[in-house]
C-alpha cells in the first residue's frame, strides 16, 4: 500500500507558479510510475503530466506542455509538479496518483493509489 498526500496548492494570480508536492509513504516508489491529475469543478478527472518509475520519461496533456514540469526524487519519496503561467482554467483540484507500472501510463484507470487533492486556483 502507498499513502499519498498532496501539498503546495493555493490561490494565485494568472502568469504566477506554484511547486506541487507529493509525499509518498507505506513503501517506496522505486518502480511506481507517478502521475499528477486535476479535476475542476463538473468536470471529469484528466491527467495532467506522468512520470516513469526511474524519471527518465514524462508525459504532458497538451493543454500544460511547456508550462507544468513533473519530476520525482525516489530517495526521498517524492514527486513534484512545478506548474508556471498559470492561467484561470487550470483551476482544479490536484491529485498525486501511482501505478504499478513501468511504463508510462496516462490512463486514470492504470492507477491504483491517489492522495486527497491540493487545490489550485487562478485568479484573472
Known amino acids: 500500500q502507498v499513502q499519498l498526500v498532496e501539498s503546495g496548492g493555493g490561490l494565485v494570480q494568472a502568469g504566477g507558479s506554484l511547486r506541487l508536492s507529493c509525499a509518498a509513504s507505506g513503501r517506496t516508489l522505486y518502480n511506481l510510475a507517478m502521475g499528477w491529475f486535476r479535476q475542476a469543478p463538473g468536470k471529469e478527472r484528466e491527467i495532467v503530466a506522468a512520470?516513469?518509475?526511474?524519471?527518465?520519461?514524462?508525459y504532458y496533456a497538451d493543454s500544460v506542455k511547456g508550462r507544468f514540469t513533473i519530476s520525482r526524487d525516489n530517495a526521498k519519496n517524492m514527486v513534484y509538479l512545478q506548474v508556471n503561467k498559470l492561467k484561470p482554467e487550470d483551476t482544479a483540484v490536484y491529485y498525486c496518483a501511482a501505478a504499478r507500472d513501468y511504463g508510462l501510463p496516462s490512463q486514470r484507470s492504470k492507477y491504483e493509489y491517489w492522495g486527497q487533492g491540493t487545490q489550485v486556483t487562478v485568479s484573472s
Open positions: 512520470i516513469n518509475w526511474i524519471g527518465a520519461n514524462t
